[in-house]
């Protein structure tokens, strides 16, 4: 796609998708649905460079991937070894009808980086399996196929401990990757105490949040702290928040206290807005107004600038989505897609940077189609998303022209009282081998002691 046909495209959504005004009669909500689908074609034929071992979708086709351990919808992915729990992959594909989709999981080592090692050392019984289970959408105006897999089962399970990357791909062949997850394999062999804390930065206490931990690894053999053992401290499941923390500020016997001045210092963020699409009949909470013929079109409330207001408590998911449909029974096959009209009205210039929606949606990627558009008219930033029924939690990036830096609190603001969740995960390579093993995790909150 070449400069104008961009500039040609975005003009012709812009028409549509005028927040507070009169929206697009029939006819266009029929021609703004064609342009999408061409859309979602030609950025899937020159996608971004991704890494193989991050969560990333390889298609525009590919929709509403949720993976999280079954005892809690949208929870951390982390099992425990050889226990009976287990983790649950589901997506949909927009084309419809049936792909022979294969998947399998390579371990990793901290740093999710592959670790190298001959699958008979970390896999048991087989390499890689056909996904089976799938249903086609019912009483939908989307037509999808939906996806799911169990892990482990009885052909692809984990023989040791440590982080994995799920990889699903066409025909067998690995070159094809439709989806990868990053899954949490734990063998807990080490104790963990840890806190949220006020910063210990008079400066930073109103935005901010510390996480002080201790670590008693008992009759583990620890040769070398440093080397030996790493913990990573994630805010609300975020890998781009990770700290990575090596050194103990000091030891006491069998203890490791992770208490230094300036680490694991967090920015609180603000609480993620969200909305309701549980149904499509009625206009709940933040929903201005929904349309629905050859597509359904929902238009939010537009977004303010939050960054200086003061907080205000919201109930949030963390981030996270679910999948539900009041009209039906089955929100796997019955709940349907609709095109999410956004618009946010911040004073920023579009000269200065760009703001980006997120979520664990979209794998809170920075690309162009989480990327929002500047409408000179209404003095608002605007997109539209192609979402599944639920309730979705989202929140605004500001990248910064001149740096190309991501400020996530730029457009949220940052305040201590924020409700998180933090997940520590601790790593230990044992002495002489190959391999890195997940040996701990604890998931804290920063409200609920």
């Known amino acids: 796609m070449n400069k104008n046909e961009t ?4 003009r012709l ?3 549509c998708c005028k927040v507070n005004d009169c929206f697009a009669p029939a006819a266009y909500l029929r021609l703004v649905t064609w342009v999408i689908t061409l859309l979602l074609i ?9 890494s193989p071992y991050d969560n990333t979708v390889y298609h525009p086709e590919i929709k509403s991937v949720e993976f999280y351990n079954t005892a809690k919808k949208a929870s951390f992915p982390i099992i425990t070894l050889n226990s009976s729990e287990k983790l649950l992959l589901a997506f949909d594909n927009l084309l419809g009808g049936t792909v022979n989709y294969y998947y399998t999981i390579d371990h990793c080592d901290a740093n999710w ?4 090692i001959s699958t008979a050392e ?7 399996d056909k996904i089976t289970d799938y249903s086609y959408s019912s009483a939908t105006v989307q037509k999808y196929t939906h996806y799911e897999i169990k892990l482990p089962n009885n052909n692809i399970a984990p023989k040791i401990a440590g982080n994995y990357i799920l990889k699903v791909y066409e025909d067998g062949d690995q070159t094809k990757l439709v989806l990868t997850r990053r899954m949490y394999v734990v063998d807990a062999k080490i ?6 804390v006020p910063s210990n930065d008079n400066t930073l206490r109103q935005s901010n949040q510390k996480i002080n931990f201790t670590l008693d690894y008992g009759s583990l053999r620890v040769q070398n702290p440093g080397a030996d053992l790493r913990t990573f401290v994630m805010q ?11 050194q103990p500020t000091y030891i006491r016997g069998t203890q490791l206290i992770y208490s230094d001045i300036t680490a694991n210092d967090f920015a609180a963020g603000n609480e993620f807005r969200h909305f309701d699409t549980r149904s499509l009949k009625l206009n709940s909470d933040r929903i201005s107004k929904i349309y629905r013929d050859t597509a359904n079109a929902v238009v939010l409330l537009t977004d303010p600038d939050r960054s200086q207001a003061n907080y205000t408590l919201l109930y949030d998911l963390n981030g996270s989505f679910y999948i539900l449909n009041q009209d039906g029974t089955d929100p796997r096959t019955d709940a349907d897609y609709s095109h999410m009209y956004f618009s946010l009205a911040s004073k920023k210039s579009p000269a200065a940077g760009t703001p980006y929606i997120v979520g664990q949606f979209n794998d809170y990627k920075l690309d162009e189609q989480s990327k929002l558009h500047y409408d000179a008219t209404y003095s608002k930033w605007t997109t539209n998303l192609l979402l599944k029924q639920g309730v979705f939690d989202y929140t605004y990036v500001w990248v910064d022209k001149a740096s190309g830096k991501a400020d996530a609190t730029a457009l949220e603001g940052s305040y201590f009282e924020t409700e998180n969740d933090y ?5 230990y390579r044992p002495p002489g081998s190959r391999w890195e093993e997940l040996i701990g995790y604890k998931l804290l909150n920063s409200v609920k002691k």
């Open 7 to 10: 500039i040609s495209y975005r």
């Open 13 to 15: 959504i812009s028409l």
């Open 42 to 50: 030609t950025i899937g034929s020159c996608a971004f460079a991704q």
């Open 113 to 116: 980086n592959s670790s190298n």
């Open 122 to 128: 970390y896999l048991k019984n087989y390499t890689d």
């Open 191 to 196: 104790n963990i105490a840890a806190d949220v």
């Open 236 to 246: 609300n499941a975020r890998s781009e928040t990770s700290i990575l923390n090596t």
């Open 423 to 427: 997940q520590l995960l601790v790593y």
